[in-house]
Antibody
Framework: QVQLQQWGAGLLKPSETLSLTCGVFGGSFNDFSWSWIRQPPGQGLEWIGEIVHTGSTKYNPSLKSRVTISVDASKNQFSLNLRSVTAADTGVYYC????????????WGQGTLVTVSS | QSVLTQPPSASGTPGQRVTISCSGSNSNIGTNYVHWYQQIPGTAPKLLIYENNQRPSGVPDRFSGSKSGTSASLAISGLRSEDEATYYCAAWDDRLTKWEFGGGTKVTVL
């Protein structure tokens, strides 16, 4: 059984950098792509981007200038950095398995509530 | 504003059949698979239907998906109280080069 466990800071000030990491346990890390999705309070889902074990990425064009997704395949982990956050970046962030060429969301992390407030 | 259009709400009594639509365009639903997710408040979304009409292991066969042209549908037959949730459709958009989600449909069991 595949499990995703994510961690990172939940409270940020405007202009800081959001950093989250997702660990993958079970399954074959190198056989899939891995994504981040976020959900503002009371709103819908927004895809942030994805990565594969080689480090190749795809990003949501609307966030591309502020986002970096990286991978440490030796640890079966991938990470999200979102720079210059504002209140509009507040929400629950999820890591999940899948992306453009693999079913999106077969497995999900537990979610991390990130609040941006001065 | 979502590129994929879903009705904001749907409802039915226990045992009824409820259908949720997801309308898109040639660049998303028209050329790519549609996936459906169920989200119960306070929890992560759960994959309900993948590749238009496939059910992951463990998803009851009361849930079914279909696609025709630039639209897709999720049907819930034999509605049960535990089906109260918000349902999202998703598809890759070749023009926007990103995953697009519908705005979500909240299903209420009356």
């Amino acid at each position: 059984q595949v499990q995703l466990q994510q961690w990172g800071a939940g409270l940020l000030k405007p202009s800081e950098t959001l950093s989250l990491t997702c660990g993958v346990f079970g399954g074959s890390f190198n056989d899939f792509s891995w994504s981040w999705i976020r959900q503002p309070p009371g709103q819908g889902l927004e895809w942030i981007g994805e990565i594969v074990h080689t480090g190749s990425t795809k990003y949501n064009p609307s966030l591309k200038s502020r986002v970096t997704i990286s991978v440490d395949a030796s640890k079966n982990q991938f990470s999200l950095n979102l720079r210059s956050v504002t209140a509009a970046d507040t929400g629950v962030y999820y890591c999940l398995r899948g992306g453009r060429w693999y079913t999106l969301g077969t497995y999900w992390g537990q979610g991390t509530l990130v609040t941006v407030s001065s | 504003q979502s590129v994929l259009t879903q009705p904001p709400s749907a409802s039915g009594t226990p045992g009824q059949r409820v259908t949720i639509s997801c309308s898109g365009s040639n660049s998303n639903i028209g050329t790519n698979y549609v996936h459906w997710y169920q989200q119960i408040p306070g929890t992560a979304p759960k994959l309900l239907i993948y590749e238009n009409n496939q059910r992951p292991s463990g998803v009851p066969d009361r849930f079914s998906g279909s696609k025709s042209g630039t639209s897709a549908s999720l049907a819930i037959s034999g509605l049960r109280s535990e089906d109260e949730a918000t349902y999202y459709c998703a598809a890759w958009d070749d023009r926007l080069t990103k995953w697009e989600f519908g705005g979500g449909t909240k299903v209420t069991v009356l």
